[in-house]
T-cell receptor, first 112, second 114 residues
């Protein structure tokens, strides 16, 4: 069974600080998605990474897919209160499957 | 805005009643997925449907749960004789050309069973 573990589970930081969230597995994923979910809403896709070692940037967010495609990280620079939310990673097992496997999430709170 | 729509957003049922959750996919999408999110847990895949076909229901409990996606109208997730353990957020996602296409999620239906 493929599992995705996210760490930390909870993170509370001050505005302006940097942070990194990790998504790890012992399994290989053909692609990995990062979502942000706000209370009472559905997950909103932030990025998809496909190639081992791939780095993608979205404003102050930097996403990296591990070389072996078993892990990923999300780094936020100069966090802002608007970054508060639940960050979820989701992996696609075999290429072409549709059963996303979700991590348990990292709940981030950025204090003003 | 032609995003994924789900209704109702909140649903309260007493034990033993039926719950019907609806999902209208994004315009142009003909593939629908249902996920369940228990409190403090990640989303778990339940079922994948195309128009008039169930493709994969391996994540759905064998009893009391059923799903359909008719030719016309929204996809329906139906839970019969609900129990307290069914309380969760149920999310629907849709995509255009799976299996290699991004899934876009709706806002979810929060089911509370009293």
């Amino acid at each position: 069974t493929q599992l995705l573990e996210q760490s930390p589970q909870f993170l509370s930081i001050q505005e302006g600080e940097n942070l990194t969230v990790y998504c790890n597995s012992s399994s290989v994923f053909s692609s990995l998605q990062w979502y942000r979910q706000e209370p009472g809403e559905g997950p909103v896709l932030l990025v998809t990474v496909v190639t081992g070692g791939e780095v993608k940037k979205l404003k102050r967010l930097t996403f990296q897919f591990g070389d072996a495609r078993k892990d990923s990280s999300l780094h936020i620079t100069a966090a802002q209160p608007g970054d508060t939310g639940l960050y979820l990673c989701a992996g696609e097992g075999r290429a072409g499957t549709y059963k996303y496997i979700f991590g348990t999430g990292t709940r981030l709170k950025v204090l003003a | 805005n032609a995003g994924v729509m789900q209704n109702p957003r909140h649903l309260v049922r007493r034990r033993g009643q039926e719950a019907r959750l609806r999902c209208s996919p994004m315009k142009g999408h003909s593939h629908v997925y249902w996920y369940r999110q228990l409190p403090e847990e990640g989303l778990k895949f339940m079922v994948y449907l195309q128009k008039e076909n169930i493709i994969d229901e391996s994540g759905m409990p064998k009893e009391r749960f059923s799903a359909e996606f008719p030719k016309e109208g929204p996809s329906i997730l139906r839970i019969q004789q609900v129990v307290r353990g069914d309380s969760a957020a149920y999310f629907c996602a849709s995509s255009n050309l799976p299996p290699a296409d991004t899934q876009y999620f709706g806002p979810g239906t929060r089911l509370t069973v009293l």
